[in-house]
């Protein structure tokens, strides 16, 4: 089970850690059930690359969540055993065309982006079991069951994004505080229920 009780994040807000980098304006839209569509044939080819390398491949972020308004980027989280040698699934990334980036400041993960040309993706290689792992898992389930919580962080996000829709930290730094109310609910909720990951998506 993945607890925050007796944890302290060091580092980024929760929320830069979340999303990512972007230049681009900040774009909340509508959900769209392609969503999962989109991220039901990335993963296909993904395990079709990596095979037992990949030892759960799973659609999170906003856009894994029914009825959240999001980015319209498809978050993918691959689970694998190590994060070295990164040549293990680096390698079978290339050659799908994603971009590796060696240069983001997140040690708990590798990060690649889509192949050029391509609708904008974030793929993120995390260690099976470690807390970065399971986190996004646990975010992702507790907002599925609380659909309440769903419609209140779409509207912070909207709000957010109105108010800081060119600046990108701005963003971030002004929702943190309703997503770390979401963090704590969900980690009294893992405790009461004994969650755990359910299968892998792909």
């Given at each position: 089970?993945?607890?925050l009780?007796g944890?302290?994040w ?6 830069a ?12 839209v509508n ?8 991220f039901?044939?990335?993963g296909?080819t993904l395990?079709?690359?990596l095979g037992?390398?990949?030892?759960r ?12 308004a999001?980015k319209?980027?498809?978050d ?7 994060l070295?040698?990164?040549?293990m699934?680096?390698?079978?990334l ?5 971009v590796?980036?060696a240069?983001?400041?997140e040690?708990?993960?590798r990060?690649?982006r889509?192949p ?6 974030h ?7 470690s ?5 996004p898992l646990?975010?992702?389930d507790?907002?599925?069951s609380?659909?309440t ?6 509207a ?12 990108r930290?701005?963003?971030v730094?002004?929702?943190d ?6 963090i704590r609910h ?8 004994g969650w755990?990951?359910g299968p892998?998506?792909?």
């Amino acid at each position: 089970m993945c607890t925050l009780i007796g944890c302290r994040w060091i580092g980024p807000s929760w929320a830069a850690w979340h999303h990512g980098r972007m230049s681009s304006p900040v774009e909340i839209v509508n959900y769209d059930r392609d969503w999962v569509t989109v991220f039901a044939g990335l993963g296909i080819t993904l395990r079709g690359a990596l095979g037992d390398v990949a030892v759960r491949i799973d659609h999170v972020g906003s856009t894994a969540v029914p009825g959240l308004a999001a980015k319209p980027v498809i978050d993918i989280q691959v689970s694998v055993r190590s994060l070295d040698p990164v040549d293990m699934f680096r390698e079978p990334l290339a050659r799908l065309g994603y971009v590796y980036r060696a240069d983001n400041p997140e040690r708990t993960k590798r990060y690649f982006r889509e192949p050029p040309g391509h609708r904008r993706t974030h793929v993120h290689v995390r260690q099976l079991g470690s807390f970065s792992q399971q986190f996004p898992l646990l975010f992702r389930d507790y907002l599925r069951s609380h659909p309440t919580a769903v419609a209140e962080y779409a509207a912070v996000k909207r709000q957010c994004a109105a108010r800081f829709r060119h600046d990108r930290q701005g963003y971030v730094e002004a929702k943190d505080p309703f997503v770390w109310d979401i963090i704590r609910h969900a980690d009294a909720w893992a405790q009461r229920t004994g969650w755990t990951p359910g299968p892998s998506d792909a």
